[in-house]
């Protein structure tokens, strides 16, 4: 289960960093799970923003990128996106995804509205 947070009403040029709690099934560990922030817009399709894998690497994508940092904490069973320089086409209902690494059983989050304003 992953219950994502942070998200809320910033204007332009303002940051927001969204956080990730996730609750790992039975028998695994939040160090094995790869992460990632998607977002989807209204009327636009769900876009990857940023991923980090089990070893840290990191893959951004899309406008956010330069301006996003992702980051985990394993100890927390947590992942942060923090997002700086926020414009209004940044506005977008953020998702956590999370995938399992030893079989690729994947999970989503609720979602976290981030509304920035011009």
């Known amino acids: 289960q992953l219950q994502a947070s942070g998200g809320g009403l910033v204007q332009a040029g303002g940051s927001l960093r969204l956080s990730c709690a996730a609750s790992?099934?039975?028998?695994?560990?939040?160090?094995?799970?790869?992460t990632g922030w998607y977002r989807q817009a209204p009327g636009r399709q769900r876009e990857l923003v940023a991923a980090?894998?089990?070893?840290?690497?990191?893959n951004y994508t899309g406008s956010l990128k330069g301006r996003s940092t992702i980051s985990r904490d394993n100890a927390r069973n947590t992942v942060l996106l923090q997002m700086n320089s926020l414009k209004p086409e940044d506005t977008a209902v953020y998702y956590c995804?999370?995938?399992?690494?030893?079989?690729?059983?994947?999970?989503w989050g609720q979602g976290t509205l981030v509304t920035v304003s011009s």
């Open positions: 790992v099934a039975s028998g695994t560990t939040f160090s094995n799970y790869a």
């Open positions: 980090i894998s089990i070893s840290n690497i990191t």
């Open positions: 995804h999370a995938v399992y690494t030893k079989t690729g059983h994947d999970y």
